[in-house]
């Protein structure tokens, strides 16, 4: 685990403020936000989509950047907006969805000794690959 850099700093920023945009209080259909920044700088930002098959934001973020050609993951985060901001770290499904799309992926997670960034490898120990 190591410390956040003033850039993953900005990067819970954009992830906040996209929550806060898009959060809905009355339906809890949009809950979480997260953003993802490419190894160029862009930033890209989504928030959790709810229905019988949901879609979480980290997805939608990745989704949202490969729409506009990114392809070199650097590092993502997610927030929760329930009354106060949280860390929120990326569920089983989204850890292996970043982990194939960006295996050398930064996370931003909460932990025991604050919010730090971790390699997505180190979140999916012994993690399935598709063959090749």
């Known amino acids: 685990m190591e410390k956040l850099t003033v850039t993953e700093k900005a990067l819970i920023d954009s992830a906040t403020e ?3 945009l898009n959060f809905d209080r009355k339906n809890l259909n949009h809950t979480v936000g997260a953003a993802v920044r490419y190894t160029n700088g862009n930033v890209y930002s989504g928030v959790n989509v709810s229905s019988i098959h949901e879609a979480c934001a980290e997805v939608i973020a990745i989704g949202n950047a490969i ?9 993502i985060v997610a927030i929760g907006r329930d009354n106060s901001d949280k ?8 850890r292996q969805f970043i982990l194939e799309y960006a295996p050398n992926c ?6 025991e000794a604050g919010i730090k960034k971790s390699r997505i ?3 999916v120990p012994y993690a399935y690959h598709r063959p090749e």
């Open 18 to 20: 996209i929550i806060k």
């Open 67 to 75: 729409s506009c050609g990114e392809r070199d993951f650097e590092c």
């Open 87 to 94: 860390v929120y770290s990326p569920c089983g499904n989204c």
């Open 106 to 111: 930064h996370v931003i997670v909460e932990t």
């Open 121 to 123: 490898t180190s979140l």
